[in-house]
């Protein structure tokens, strides 16, 4: 496949080739080239330079690009904005370089671990080579909006929904480090049309309605064996910390089942979802 890149076409101001028109129609209305006595090929001469002139013009709007086609073969581009004249015989193809937005469909797919999530982003695009778009594929918008969606789906593959290791990232709970990885994705993916991928972001992710109630009580379940493994973790050292301050401290002479005892009771304070009451232990009637 031929490959095809952006160059800068030949141009001229298209102020001073309308002066050229102006004294080009002076010279016809009071030089006597319209004359039915004047010379014939001087007439003939004139119209085709008159002809070639307003054929050649154009107007460039700002973050516009004018690609220039002769004869079947691409000879560049403008892309400065303002009035122009090139060849006439060209072919003109208008192509935005303003920045696109693109928000695609929610779509259905399976994450990491399988289960069937829905998913959808917002992919921020701009044209960079005119030339690329118009001729390395059919429809550049189009090829945009199937590759997105294709990298979408490769990304979501990759990462699971949601996950309880804190080292392992997930679609929900590293949304920068996906995004970013999403835009690398989109922007190999459309480097061959000439187009950069300014941003991307995801804008809807949610479990399918399928399984979204029992994802849910699962969410549920995780968090709470997660927050109940951490008060453990921390209600162990506790206890830990208590027995050996009050070791040191010599204030008390504990004993193995005497310290067996304390951290059972410790251990039911600290770890118990409800307030415990305590029961006062103030000695005995008789010796």
């Not at 952006?6 to 001073?16: D, L, R």
């Not at 960079?128 to 969606?149: G, M």
């Amino acid at each position: 496949m031929e490959k095809i890149k952006e160059v800068n076409a030949w141009k001229v101001s298209g102020y001073i080739m309308i002066g050229i028109l102006l004294i080009i129609g002076y010279l016809f209305f009071t030089g006597g080239i319209l004359d039915r006595h004047a010379n014939p090929i001087l007439t003939i001469f004139s119209i085709a330079i008159f002809l070639g002139i307003v054929g050649g013009l154009i107007v460039v709007q700002p973050n516009e690009a004018k690609v220039l086609v002769f004869f079947g073969n691409y000879i560049g581009t403008v892309s400065a904005s303002g009035l122009w004249w090139v060849n006439p015989l060209t072919l003109r193809k208008s192509v935005s370089l303003r920045i696109h937005n693109l928000n695609s469909e929610t779509l259905k797919v399976n994450d990491l671990k399988g289960n069937p999530i829905e998913i959808a982003a917002v992919v921020v695009w701009r044209v960079v080579d005119s030339a690329k778009a118009l001729f390395d594929v059919e429809n550049y918008q189009e090829f945009v909006k199937i590759q997105c969606e294709t990298a979408i789906r490769a990304l979501a593959s990759q990462y699971s929904y949601d996950s309880t290791e804190e080292k392992k990232e997930s679609l929900r709970g590293n949304q920068a480090e996906v995004s970013e990885e999403l835009r690398k994705e989109v922007q190999a993916r459309l480097e061959i049309a000439g187009i950069e991928v300014l941003e991307s972001r995801i804008s809807h992710l949610a479990y399918a309605p399928e399984i979204a109630q029992v994802m849910l009580r699962r969410q549920q379940a995780d968090a709470i064996i997660a927050a109940r493994a951490r008060i453990v973790e921390g209600a162990v050292g506790m206890v830990e910390h208590a027995i050996q301050l009050l070791s040191q401290k010599k204030l008390i002479d504990l004993d193995s089942d005497k310290k067996a005892q304390m951290t059972n009771n410790l251990l039911v304070a600290l770890v118990s979802e409800h307030e415990v009451t305590p029961v006062m232990n103030t000695g005995t009637l008789y010796s």
